[in-house]
């Protein structure tokens, strides 16, 4: 153990304190950061594992695959409600439908909710 500087990869401030590294200073100046930086990638990774999830096909709930392009699409579409670029987006695709909500989570940060519906109708003309 020795006296390093750690910074905070998100807003760079700086905190001196005893660590076994300069990397592991960092690390435990970011995690525990009050900028909330880190615990936002946390939430934004966990929802890009979500969108994985729900872009596969499940016969069950009637969702087809989506292709790569589409995937990246919605991923990009979270990113920004996650970090406040957009309120809400509402994407139709391989018929369903994809809306992501800016929310405030139980621990007053900023989050996203994320739901995928299947579309199914019906119609006739004679
Ligand atoms: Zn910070």
Not at 75 to 92: C, L, N, P, Q, R
Request: net charge negative.
């Amino acid at each position: 153990m020795n006296t390093f500087e750690g910074i905070c990869e998100y807003c760079g401030r700086s905190e001196i304190l005893m660590a076994e590294g300069k990397e592991e200073a960092d690390r435990t100046v970011t995690e525990n950061c009050a900028c909330g930086g880190y615990r936002q990638q946390q939430r934004a990774e966990l929802l890009m594992e979500y969108i994985d999830d729900i872009t596969k096909e499940n016969t069950e709930k009637n969702f087809r695959a989506m292709e790569d392009a589409q995937v990246i699409g919605i991923k990009d579409a979270a990113a920004g409600v996650v970090y406040g670029h957009f309120d809400e987006v509402k994407i139709s695709v391989v018929g369903s439908v994809v809306v992501i909500k800016s929310i405030i989570n139980k621990n007053g940060e900023r989050g996203a909710k994320i739901t995928r519906k299947a579309v199914s109708e019906e119609e006739a003309e004679v």
